[in-house]
């Protein structure tokens, strides 16, 4: 199932297959300016509509990673003409949220993503801003194959990694949804399995206590296209996108999809200097 969330369902709780969509950060903490580069994306229909949102990434002044889902086609909304992002920790602070305010961008999937059929998916995107964002800091870029002597090390289960973004962060008995960006600390599950097969990271998504962190979570709705990055809260290096969920719930285990790959690497390296 997909993690991403129409923005309709957002905009009015504000008043403002097998894999699904990913959302928000479960059982984390609010990032407290820690990632300041994570922004929230409202994706639009050539109309200006608003379609629906993801959380992403900034590489650059003018480059945002993202998820492929949230940036390609869809089959019941087609495929969006323009996105927004800000980056305002809280949205409520947001001018104009989710219509203006923000800064502007044009989408791009990559070629090959036709649906979040598992394991390989393609599920990456960009989007390319109109005007460039300055931060006083960027998130970075893997070497190739970096992710893929975890498959065999010894005690893989204690790598830990760090979730950002602005999805729900509960989904039930009812929807709860700050309006935040969160972060949470996460544990490697498998590399190699027929669900990831050297495409996607699986991880936890459960509450518990991670010595260095404090705190260990996971994604929901809201959260496709949003960081996974190598390490304890201080990391910036990006490894892979918030992808999918096996059930509604946001519980159980996460899927991203792997940013250390020689064919995602070759995609961005289309839209970098």
């Not at 598992?118 to 870029?141: C, H, K, N, W």
Request: net charge negative; glycine share 12%; charged share 15%.
């Amino acid at each position: 199932m997909k993690k991403k969330r129409w923005v309709l369902l957002m905009v009015m709780a504000l008043v403002l297959m097998l894999a699904v969509p990913a959302s928000a950060i479960t059982y984390g903490e609010p990032d407290e300016g820690q990632h300041p580069y994570v922004g929230i994306l409202v994706f639009y229909d050539a109309a200006g509509n608003p379609m629906w949102l993801c959380s992403g990434t900034m590489l650059n002044p003018t480059l945002v990673l993202t998820a492929g889902h949230c940036t390609g086609y869809d089959p019941l909304y087609g495929t969006p003409a323009s996105a927004q992002i800000w980056f305002e920790e809280f949205v409520g602070d947001a001018a104009g949220f989710p219509f203006a305010g923000g800064t502007m961008g044009i989408p791009y999937a990559h070629p090959n993503y036709g649906g979040l059929y598992v394991p390989e998916t393609f599920d990456i995107g960009v989007v390319v801003l109109d005007e460039p964002v300055s931060m006083p800091r960027y998130a970075q870029l893997p070497e190739e194959g970096m992710l893929d002597e975890l498959a065999t090390r010894r005690g893989r289960q204690d790598t830990v990694f760090t979730l950002v973004g602005y999805g729900v962060n509960d989904e039930r008995p009812e929807e709860v949804w700050y309006g935040m960006r969160f972060k949470a600390a996460t544990n490697l599950v498998s590399l190699r399995s027929a669900l990831t097969d050297g495409y996607n990271l699986q991880t936890t998504n459960n509450p518990g206590g991670w010595p260095d962190e404090g705190i260990s979570g996971g994604t929901c709705f809201g959260d496709s296209g949003g960081p996974v990055f190598y390490g304890g809260y201080d990391s910036d290096l990006v490894v892979a996108i918030t992808s999918f969920g096996l059930n509604a719930n946001c519980a159980g285990t996460d899927f991203s999809y792997r940013v250390d790959t020689a064919d995602s690497l070759d995609f961005l390296a289309g839209f970098l200097p």
